[in-house]
């Protein structure tokens, strides 16, 4: 893996530059340029967990370190409203990407999940006590809601698409 500077930046093959004269201190660079060292940082890193994700102190820790953080948004709503709204935020930035990047795989996904979702519903409605448990909780869930929640959640989105169009 490790390229010669005489080789060129193993990301876009273009010259290493040479570093000032009085910058000569640590590493020298082993690409051209901070694009190209951010990509590279990237593909090692990738690597690195490509090689970890299968053993067994990384299931461990991985394990550990789910129970933990559960525990913790367990005993400080706070922390889990945030750490919820964080997650949401990088997911909808992640979705945004794939939609831009490749849509055809987006739609791909999106096909599973709807395959997904019709088989869950499929097995919970084969199920009577199960599906009457469900809709139970439904129920429950729904007459939980604020009236603030209720119009956010179910009116203002309704009332959105009516103006839009």
């Not at 060129?8 to 273009?14: E, N, V």
């Not at 831009?100 to 599973?112: C, G, T």
């Not at 729904?142 to 959640?153: K, N």
């Given at each position: 893996?490790?390229?010669?500077?005489?080789?060129?930046?193993?990301?876009?093959?273009?010259?290493?530059?040479?570093?000032?004269?009085?910058?000569?201190?640590?590493h020298p660079p082993k690409t051209?340029?901070?694009?190209?060292?951010?990509?590279?940082?990237?593909?090692?890193?990738?690597?690195?967990?490509a090689r970890v994700r299968q053993s067994s102190a990384w299931?461990?820790?991985?394990?550990?370190?789910?129970?933990?953080?559960?525990?913790?948004?367990?005993?400080?709503?706070e922390f889990a409203l945030i750490f919820r709204a964080e997650a949401a935020a990088r997911t909808r930035e992640w979705n945004a990407r794939i939609r831009?990047?490749?849509?055809?795989?987006?739609?791909?996904?999106?096909?599973?999940k709807r395959a997904e979702r019709?088989?869950?519903r499929q097995?919970?409605?084969s199920d009577p006590g199960a599906w009457e448990a469900h809709k139970a909780a439904c129920r429950a869930w729904?007459?939980?809601?604020?009236?603030?929640?209720?119009?956010?959640?179910f009116y203002a989105p309704r009332r959105i698409r009516l103006t839009r169009g």
């Open positions: 893996m490790a390229a010669s500077i005489d080789e060129g930046c193993p990301i876009c093959g273009g010259p290493i530059p040479e570093r000032a004269r009085g910058s000569r201190h640590g051209c340029s901070e694009a190209c060292r951010k990509v590279r940082a990237s593909r090692r890193e990738q690597e690195r967990y299931k461990e820790t991985r394990a550990a370190y789910i129970v933990k953080l559960k525990q913790r948004m367990d005993s400080d709503p831009s990047i490749d849509p055809a795989r987006h739609e791909q996904m999106k096909a599973e019709a088989a869950w097995r919970l409605e729904y007459a939980g809601l604020t009236d603030a929640e209720r119009d956010r959640i």
